[in-house]
């Protein structure tokens, strides 16, 4: 199975996001201002812009609990 990347708020545990490289990620890491996550997979390194995720992300519910994996 391949890497997803579960983005949280720290403050109250939520799943905010998630996001989908299509391949195993071995390294990830944000940029300074919070704004964007670089991925390093297998043979991509990808830049996700976080404020585009949000946009984007519907979430799914997930068995045992409610959207975003929240129980």
Do not use: C, N
């Not at 545990?13 to 670089?38: M, S, T």
């Amino acid at each position: 199975m391949l890497a997803r990347v579960s983005l949280w708020k720290p403050d109250s545990g939520q799943r905010i996001a998630v996001i989908d490289p299509q391949e195993y990620i071995f390294h990830a890491a944000w940029h300074p201002d919070g704004k964007l996550l670089a991925t390093i997979g297998t043979s991509v390194v990808h830049l996700w812009d976080l404020d585009q995720i949000l946009r984007a992300w519907k979430p799914q519910p997930e068995a045992g609990g409610r959207p975003g994996g929240e129980r």
